[in-house]
């Protein structure tokens, strides 16, 4: 069974600090989206990934794949407020359909 | 109306009721699917809808039954629920290349269930 382990589960941090969310899996993936998700909405896409290596900057958040497309990482610089969240990692297997959603993360950032 | 909807998005059920989640996509694409969202559970995929084909099917219960009569709609029956079906039902949709393999996802908000 695949699975996307998240770390960690709860984070709650003052506003200014930075923080960084760790996904991995022992799976290979052909792709990997990072996703916040707010209560009571679905998860909305923060971005793609899909080059071994590949590092994407959104603002304040950087992504990066691992080289071997089994992990990546989300860092926060300079947390917001509206920070706060659940983030979702998931991997999709290379000719398939079947995404894998990571356990994820819930953040609080304190004002 | 833009990206997808899902509606209701609250419902309460008796365990004896027959209802219909609904989703309807506005992007274009030809790929859709339902997950459950539970309480301290990763999101778990439910179905896959690609061109209208069911292409997934993660050994869900005969009680849950989804219908997807066309590339911008797709439904989710529900009869004879238990109390552990209560979760977040998500709909999504994605561009599907044609040799299988799926584009990324875009999700709606979401039908929050309540089976009493």
């Known amino acids: ?111 | 109306e833009t990206g997808v909807t899902q509606t209701p998005r609250h419902l309460v059920m008796g365990m004896t009721n027959k209802k219909s989640l609904k989703c309807e996509q506005h992007l274009g694409h030809n790929a859709m699917y339902w997950y459950k969202q539970s309480a301290k559970k990763p999101l778990e995929l439910m179905f896959v809808y690609s061109l209208e084909e069911r292409v997934e099917n993660n050994s869900v219960p005969s009680r849950f039954s989804p219908e997807c009569p066309n590339s911008s709609h797709l439904f989710l029956h529900l009869h004879t629920l238990q109390p552990e079906d209560s979760a977040l039902y998500l709909c999504a949709s994605s561009q599907a290349p044609p040799r299988g393999g799926a584009d990324t996802q875009y999700f709606g908000p979401g039908t929050r269930l309540t089976v009493l």
């Open chain 1, 1 to 111: 069974t695949q699975l996307l382990e998240q770390s960690p589960q709860f984070l709650s941090i003052q506003e200014g600090e930075n923080l960084t969310v760790y996904c991995n899996s022992s799976s290979v993936f052909s792709s990997l989206q990072w996703y916040r998700q707010e209560p009571g909405e679905g998860p909305v896409l923060l971005v793609t990934v899909v080059t071994g290596g590949e590092v994407k900057k959104l603002k304040r958040l950087t992504f990066q794949f691992g080289d071997a497309r089994k992990d990546s990482s989300l860092h926060i610089t300079a947390a917001q407020p509206g920070d706060t969240g659940l983030y979702l990692c998931a991997g999709l297997t290379s000719g398939t359909y079947k995404y894998i959603f990571g356990t994820g993360t819930r953040l609080k950032v304190l004002a």
